[in-house]
């Protein structure tokens, strides 16, 4: 089986490519390589991987590439609300107009695995877990963008989308901007931090779980396809303040302190239930405590990180 994957020296590519790649499939990525990033050199020697330093907005590459594989997985996007309103024209082109590509060029022998978000819910209800069915309300240009792609895809039919929790832990692409690794970092190396509005509630999901999701996906697609999954897990809807206490536990010199002035810009806050993708068999492999305390042993030599989306 030959595998694209898109966007695939990012934060969650560099440690999925190797993973299919040791499962014998055959894999090519197809990166532009943004962040100057240095992440698949491991890969490299293999037979089975193939790189291609390009631009998913060139349609006649895309084409020819599509028809070369038979699973797509589009990681190409712009990650995150800041990064994407830096440039929101380019956050389109990558994280919409390129979904639409790929479902242009698609045959329904061809099974599309794409991760979405589920910062699409916006703004929950308190107390009410946001399923797959729940109204989607997205309040950033990101969000909006995701969620149209998932629309495409769903629309489309032949696909599994799934809409990831906060994402943590670490990847050769590091990404400190991502809530949990950020105050990580700020707790090993500031020892404080000021919360704005640390009432707001996330759910979290460990990258390596994501990764370890794909494969799942692809390994009984028969059952997953036309359906999109929340991702993440379950005893892990948090509010910032109950993060930072859980990091409090491993960093004891941590110091929380709560503002009343001043406000996050970003305004996500909901809880999430991940029942419909345990139903099929999933189950996560590492805890917040695990990220954590893997987040601590790499901060302890890793101290400017030139790849943040920001």
């Known amino acids: 089986m030959k595998i694209l994957i898109t966007g695939g020296a990012g934060y969650i590519g560099s440690l999925l490519t190797p993973k299919l790649i040791n499962k014998g499939y055959e894999i090519t990525v197809i990166d532009n390589f943004m962040y100057k990033q240095n992440t698949l050199l491991d890969v490299c020697y293999h037979s089975n991987f193939n790189l291609i330093n390009g631009d998913v907005r060139n349609k006649d590459l895309m084409e020819t590439l599509i028809k070369e594989h038979d699973v797509i997985v589009p990681l190409a996007a712009i990650v995150g609300a800041p990064a994407c309103d830096k440039d929101k024209k380019l956050a389109t082109e990558l994280n919409l107009e390129h979904i639409k590509t790929i479902v242009e060029f698609v045959t329904k022998e061809h099974k599309i695995l794409f991760p979405v978000s ?111 999954y929340n991702i993440g897990l379950s005893n892990a809807n948090l509010s910032k303040r109950e993060l930072c206490n859980k990091i409090k536990e491993y960093l004891p010199d941590f110091h929380i302190h709560e503002s009343e002035i001043g406000e996050d810009p970003d305004k996500r806050d909901y809880i999430v239930s991940n029942k419909k993708i345990e139903a099929t068999g999933w189950k996560p492999a590492y805890s917040l405590d695990d990220g954590i305390q893997e987040l601590i042993k790499a901060y302890s030599y890793l101290k400017v990180n030139p790849y943040n989306n920001l």
Request: charged content about 25%; proline content about 2%.
């Open 118 to 228: 589920n910062s699409g819910y916006g703004i929950g209800q308190t107390g009410k877990y946001c399923d797959e069915t729940s109204a989607l309300n997205p309040i950033s240009h990101y969000g909006r963008t995701k969620v149209e792609a998932e629309r495409v895809l769903l629309d489309y039919g032949n696909a599994v989308t799934f809409r990831l929790a906060t994402l943590f832990g670490v990847s050769p692409r590091m990404r400190m901007d991502l809530l949990v690794n950020d105050f990580v970092y700020r707790a090993l190396n500031d020892r404080f931090i000021v919360l704005f509005e640390s009432h707001f509630v996330r759910n979290f999901i460990h990258i390596r779980d994501v990764v370890n999701t794909f494969l799942f996906a692809i390994e009984n697609y028969d059952i997953m396809k036309g359906e999109t």
